[in-house]
């Protein structure tokens, strides 16, 4: 059975980074893309970073240059560093599977990101 599991979430101020981890089971991870999501109170769940199985990256206009996804084949995981924060990228962020088998459309729990301005 699918499983993500998010973490590395919290409170931080502008300007600041964190590190977001996703830890996958239960499907072939390698041959996944997987993408990091985020949603606002009020406001639509948005794709902000992809990552194919051969490692090729893709951003929202939002982030791009102050984030990268990154992942370990060998570990099941998929992460997002998260530099030069704004109050604006306050969200719960999920990890996902991109595309796939329809099982695959699951949801964790998310990771909570406050940044204070």
């Known amino acids: 059975q699918l499983r993500l599991v998010e973490s590395g979430g919290g409170l931080v101020q502008a300007g600041g980074s964190l590190r977001l981890s996703c830890a996958a089971s239960g499907f072939t991870f390698s041959i996944n893309a997987m993408g990091w999501y985020r949603q606002a109170p009020g406001k639509q769940r948005e794709l902000v970073a992809a990552?194919?199985?051969?490692?090729?990256?893709d951003y929202a206009d939002s982030v791009k240059g102050r984030f990268t996804i990154s992942r370990d084949n060998a570990k099941n995981t998929v992460s997002l560093q998260m530099n030069s924060l704004k109050a604006e990228d306050t969200s719960v962020y999920y990890c996902k599977v991109i595309g796939g088998l329809p099982q695959y459309n699951y949801w964790g729990q998310g990771t909570q990101v406050t940044v204070s301005s």
């Open positions: 990552i194919g199985s051969g490692g090729n990256t």
